[in-house]
């Protein structure tokens, strides 16, 4: 019995042993676990922070990469006050009025009067127009005639010493013109440059009484014809002031060209012989010690009176 007594003591210290081995195996297990978990977190959390600064610095450049490309672009376009100005050029304005004469038999017939320049006048009378602009410049006048032929009209060298340079606010008055005895419609050509403009400087001493403005070089002629073929193609705008019988020519450029067309009838005490003999000039000429009278066909339409 003793013995009997002495194995189950030996049993029940056995299982106890095991059952604290087993304990300290647990134990050992859980202290290994809890050691590893820090070092996993850790670990994990290092690699989200490293993610993150990834992704904030590329989220850096992107900005950094767009901010230089904006930079660029905006220095590389035209700032919208450039555009405005190269796509509108400065305007330049011309003012001028028509002073008309009336005349009888190669007198004057009352006052001058100012015109609006849309009535009927008559052969034989004269016209000068008065001229002023807001702008420094350069003018000149000229009278289409026919086959598209132009006679300078301005300058002349009785006005303004012969220069076709004008100051602003400055009026200038040309000289007269005289409606030739045939009867139509005088175009004249008002040029109005910033600028000299060769093409009409090359022809301007043709204004004198023995040239009357009549231009012989053909190449001349073309020259003048090409130049006023081009630039009258340039918008202007017109505006009539009732009050002061004024009209005001505008247009944006360089040059403004603009076309006045007057129209004169057959005064009433001009007959048929005067109207064929205004058509043609009268000529003398010497021929083999004789005298002779020819008619040659008559150059431009308005006459000069210098």
Not at 19 to 32: D, H, P, R
Not at 223 to 249: C, F, K, M, P, Y
Request: aromatic letters at 8%.
């Amino acid at each position: 019995m003793k013995e009997l007594r002495d194995l189950q003591e030996i049993k029940r210290e056995l299982e106890r042993r095991s059952e604290a081995g087993a304990s300290a195996a647990v134990q050992k297990a859980n202290m290994t676990t809890a050691i590893k978990t820090p070092e996993t977190e850790q670990i994990a959390g290092g690699k989200r922070r490293k993610i993150a600064w990834a992704a904030f610095a590329s989220l850096l450049f992107i900005l950094a990469v767009s901010t230089i490309l904006a930079v660029f672009v905006t220095s590389r376009r035209p700032s919208p006050s450039s555009v405005a100005f190269e796509s509108a050029p400065p305007e330049r304005a011309l003012a001028y009025s028509i002073i008309v004469q009336r005349m009888r038999d190669g007198k004057p017939l009352d006052e001058p009067f100012e015109a609006s320049g849309g009535e009927s006048f008559e052969s034989g009378w004269k016209f000068r127009l008065r001229l002023v602009s807001p702008q420094d410049g350069y003018l000149y006048l000229l009278n289409e005639g026919p086959a598209a032929s132009n006679r300078p009209l301005f300058p002349i060298g009785s006005v303004n010493h012969g220069s076709a340079r004008i100051a602003a606010n400055e009026p200038v008055l040309t000289g007269w013109y005289v409606f030739a005895e045939r009867p139509g419609v005088e175009k004249l050509w008002v040029v109005w440059a910033a600028l000299a403009v060769n093409e009409l400087e090359a022809v301007r001493e043709k204004v004198n009484p023995i040239d009357q403005g009549v231009v012989s070089d053909a190449a001349q002629r073309d020259s003048i014809r090409a130049w006023l073929t081009r630039h009258a193609v340039n918008r202007v705008a017109t505006e009539r002031d009732g009050a002061t019988r004024q009209t005001i020519v505008r247009g944006r450029g360089e040059v403004l060209v603009n076309l006045i067309e007057l129209e004169h009838r057959l005064s009433r005490s001009v007959g048929l012989s005067d109207l064929i003999r205004g058509e043609f000039s009268y000529c003398r000429r010497g021929r083999d010690g004789r005298e002779t009278v020819e008619w040659r066909p008559a150059v431009g339409c308005l006459n000069l009176s210098l």
